[in-house]
């Protein structure tokens, strides 16, 4: 039988822009500056905001725009200086703070690698793949094993005289393989998409809630806009199409940090991982992760003694006194960073003149990963 584990990431502690970045009670009661640490660099303050006696959801809107700035520091990421108007996912017209992200913004982290090129290679030339709640190094011994690990036959992504593994290798052959009706040259592959293949003119833009707006009932996550936005500008996205994939014989695999490449969409999380950018908040509390697309700050799964938090709701959120409602992500296994919204979404926009209207968005254009 396969035995998998959980790698640790030798990616851990990486932070927005390099640094390690401490907020002392930065959705509480007195949240007065933030506190940059830069690596061996001499610890310096930097007064950021005023935000007394507020949650981060309570704010008041202009400072959201502040609070935004604050957080998403990379290069290639801008923040608007004022807050955008645009229609949620439940009809409520709102207004949004805007966050423009392009192609070649800095992750921060090292991305990759990704497939192996060879059943010998071990976990460190590989990345990782996600299966029933648990992450599995997908290392050359894993591919070897797909036929036993998955019970069909079918499964041959390597030479069996060399052991050599077929990946793609180039663009169209990215494209090829990465659609949902998986070009039948392409099936029995391990399929890796790298940066360097997406547009370096592709601009993202995220538009997101600047004060929530709850629903009645639990709400599914819109798969144009996925999840929400990380502090290093990466998106985390919808489930990947795990039985898509799967159905070609093809291995879209992860890397280390959770993510991988798709033409439309650039690198993106599809789990959070030890080294996704972080922001510790001054408590025994799970560190920050980014915005949710309906407004509200997602938190790490754990907090920092390792703890899970008992009382949180379907969606994985709970409402703590001092940091105001928020998620906690999903474990990476599960391949869902978050299970539902208890709020109206915001979008996700290509065009800087188009307006925010998720209330009116249709199925999504079919993609894959």
């Given at each position: 039988?396969?035995?998998?584990?959980?790698?640790?990431?030798?990616?851990?502690?990486?932070?927005?822009?390099?640094?390690?970045?401490?907020?002392?009670?930065?959705?509480?009661?007195?949240?007065?500056?933030?506190?940059?640490?830069?690596?061996?660099?001499?610890?310096?303050?930097?007064?950021?905001?005023?935000?007394?006696?507020?949650?981060?959801?309570?704010?008041?809107?202009?400072?959201?725009?502040?609070?935004?700035?604050?957080?998403?520091?990379?290069?290639?990421?801008?923040?608007?200086?004022?807050?955008?108007?645009?229609?949620?996912?439940?009809?409520?017209?709102?207004?949004?703070?805007?966050?423009?992200?392009?192609?070649?913004?800095?992750?921060?982290?090292?991305?990759?690698?990704?497939?192996?090129?060879?059943?010998?290679?071990?976990?460190?030339?590989?990345?990782?793949?996600?299966?029933?709640?648990?992450?599995?190094?997908?290392?050359?011994?894993?591919?070897?094993?797909?036929?036993?690990?998955?019970?069909?036959?079918?499964w041959q992504l390597y030479d069996p005289k060399t052991g050599d593994i077929k990946v793609t290798d180039s663009k169209e052959a990215c494209m090829a393989a990465a659609r949902p009706?998986?070009?039948?040259?392409?099936?029995?592959?391990?399929?890796?998409?790298?940066?360097?293949?997406?547009?370096?003119?592709?601009?993202?833009?995220?538009?997101?809630?600047?004060?929530?707006?709850?629903?009645?009932?639990?709400?599914?996550?819109?798969?144009?806009?996925?999840?929400?936005?990380?502090?290093?500008?990466?998106?985390?996205?919808?489930?990947?199409?795990?039985?898509?994939?799967?159905?070609?014989?093809?291995?879209?695999?992860?890397?280390?940090?959770?993510?991988?490449?798709?033409?439309?969409?650039?690198?993106?999380?599809?789990?959070?991982?030890?080294?996704?950018?972080?922001?510790?908040?001054?408590?025994?509390?799970?560190?920050?992760?980014?915005?949710?697309?309906?407004?509200?700050?997602?938190?790490?799964?754990?907090?920092?003694?390792?703890?899970?938090?008992?009382?949180?709701?379907?969606?994985?959120?709970?409402?703590?006194?001092?940091?105001?409602?928020?998620?906690?992500?999903?474990?990476?296994?599960?391949?869902?960073?978050?299970?539902?919204?208890?709020?109206?979404?915001?979008?996700?926009?290509?065009?800087?003149?188009?307006?925010?209207?998720?209330?009116?968005?249709?199925?999504?254009?079919?993609?894959?990963?």
């Amino acid at each position: 039988m396969l035995i998998s584990y959980r790698r640790q990431s030798q990616n851990s502690n990486i932070f927005v822009h390099g640094t390690s970045i401490l907020i002392g009670k930065i959705l509480g009661l007195t949240f007065a500056s933030l506190l940059l640490t830069a690596c061996n660099e001499p610890a310096k303050n930097q007064v950021v905001a005023h935000l007394n006696d507020k949650h981060a959801d309570e704010l008041h809107l202009d400072e959201k725009v502040l609070l935004a700035k604050s957080l998403y520091k990379t290069q290639g990421i801008i923040v608007a200086d004022k807050l955008v108007p645009c229609t949620l996912s439940g009809g409520a017209e709102s207004m949004c703070i805007s966050i423009k992200v392009n192609a070649e913004h800095d992750v921060v982290h090292k991305m990759g690698p990704w497939c192996p090129r060879n059943v010998a290679d071990s976990a460190d030339l590989a990345g990782i793949w996600l299966d029933n709640d648990v992450v599995y190094d997908a290392d050359g011994m894993f591919v070897k094993d797909l036929a036993t690990f998955y019970l069909d036959d079918d499964w041959q992504l390597y030479d069996p005289k060399t052991g050599d593994i077929k990946v793609t290798d180039s663009k169209e052959a990215c494209m090829a393989a990465a659609r949902p009706d998986v070009d039948p040259k392409y099936q029995n592959y391990c399929v890796e998409c790298l940066p360097s293949y997406v547009d370096k003119t592709l601009e993202t833009t995220y538009l997101i809630p600047a004060q929530p707006i709850v629903t009645k009932h639990a709400s599914r996550l819109n798969p144009h806009s996925g999840v929400g936005l990380a502090f290093n500008g990466v998106r985390l996205d919808a489930p990947a199409p795990v039985e898509a994939i799967l159905g070609a014989h093809t291995l879209a695999v992860f890397d280390d940090c959770g993510g991988h490449v798709n033409l439309h969409a650039g690198y993106h999380y599809h789990a959070v991982t030890e080294c996704s950018a972080k922001i510790a908040v001054a408590t025994d509390h799970a560190a920050m992760l980014g915005f949710a697309m309906d407004g509200y700050m997602l938190f790490s799964h754990f907090n920092n003694d390792g703890s899970l938090s008992p009382d949180l709701d379907t969606c994985g959120g709970h409402d703590l006194a001092d940091l105001g409602y928020h998620y906690h992500v999903n474990q990476p296994g599960k391949n869902q960073i978050l299970s539902c919204f208890t709020a109206q979404q915001g979008c996700t926009v290509d065009d800087d003149r188009a307006r925010c209207d998720a209330k009116g968005m249709g199925p999504p254009p079919p993609r894959a990963g």
